[in-house]
């Protein structure tokens, strides 16, 4: 098609649009949604008898804030990747956080390794964890996906992999306040392990979270 | 010192006229849409060619069109508070990654040839030149009803990937795959080959 004749037609085309909110207002949005949302789920759940012992804890103090700070940041990473031309560097960001959250966990598991030794590396089953972070995670994932979809698809791995995190962030902080599992490596293979599993997963998925094709259509 | 100095403020003013277009564009006035698009083009074309020198004009052009496309189709996400120039250049940067990538399939099917004549002198021998092979194909897709000769044209001729069909065609992957699984079946009809 010549260059003239097509913007010729998508002159024809044009219809007016609202300008997509910027990510903070989108986060906001989302956080606005997820929030009572996890609130809810580990209200519905019952919260752990020894939540308020707990919050005195400055390390599981520490692994929640860190855990909400990789939400806040992820999420702010994928709403910003379906901007185009947003810089690299804020992709980069939420890994920050996400190392501040791993090395809460890492303390967490040496603490442990000098308290119980040998018998800290035990890893047995909690398969509450899997259930409980999908329960608690449906609504943020489904409210992520649907606001990323409104942006460009051209970045979907980094969109639909940090805005899963996120999601999944969230709802293991939620988690933690009604399940009672607090031994270190219990939480890395089972917590942290299932808010991986989701997250890769989901990008495996991720040309059929957000399509490309809508939008080509909408420009044929 | 001086001319870099107006160069820049030269492009931030420009940034800033392309951007107030873009915004009378996102509330549906077409003439500033039109006048932003013609007005780009030039500056597409350098940054691609600056991007892709090995390329040919005719693929720059193609970039062009994908991302006055692309452009269009998310012409919700510019912001502007922003710049308008990293917006658009962010999005010509994917559709050249795409148009690259096409070039890279395209490429590996490709056979060199020697430079050898491949026809002899004696006329009896050329007899079957003027009609070949590709031609039969091409003609007997011609003859096959819409929706299979859409899924041979963008997936054999054009050798788009599935996806890519997908999305220049609307018919979806599952759709593609049947259409293509018939259409060959009816090629095998038409020239005469093993049913």
Known sequence: MDTERLIDALEADLRPVEPLPTPWRRLVSWLAISLPAVALVALAAGFRPDLADKLAEPSFLAQQIAMLATVVLAGWAAMSAVVPGTRKLVFWVPAIALAGWIATMGQQCWQDWIQLGVASLKIGFDLKCIPGIAMAGIVPIVAMIVMLRKGAPYNSLTAVWWGTLASAALANSSLRLFHVEDAGMMVVVWQFGTVLAFSVLATRFRERLIPARRLIQAAA | ?195
Do not use: C
């Open chain 2, 1 to 195: 010192m001086d001319k870099k100095f107006k160069l820049r403020a030269t492009a931030l003013i420009e940034d800033a006229r392309w951007s107030q277009l873009m915004v009378a564009a996102q509330s549906g006035d077409r003439r500033s849409y039109g006048q932003l698009l013609r007005e780009i083009i030039p500056v597409l074309q350098r940054a691609i060619r600056r991007l892709w020198p090995m390329a040919q004009s005719s693929e720059i052009d193609d970039v062009v069109q994908e991302t006055l496309k692309s452009l269009h189709a998310v012409r919700s996400t510019y912001d502007k508070s922003r710049p308008f120039l990293p917006w658009l250049l962010g999005i010509a940067r994917y559709r050249l990654l795409d148009e690259q990538r096409r070039n890279v399939r395209f490429s590996k099917r490709e056979v060199a040839l020697d430079d050898r004549d491949e026809t002899l002198f004696a006329s009896d021998t050329n007899t079957d030149y003027s009609e070949t092979d590709a031609d039969n194909l091409k003609k007997a897709i011609s003859q096959l009803p819409p929706r299979q000769r859409t899924a041979m044209e963008l997936l054999k001729l054009k050798e788009m990937s599935l996806k890519e069909a997908s999305e220049a065609s609307g018919m979806s992957v599952t759709a593609l795959k049947i259409a293509t699984h018939r259409a060959m079946k009816s090629l095998r009809i038409i020239l005469g080959g093993p049913h």
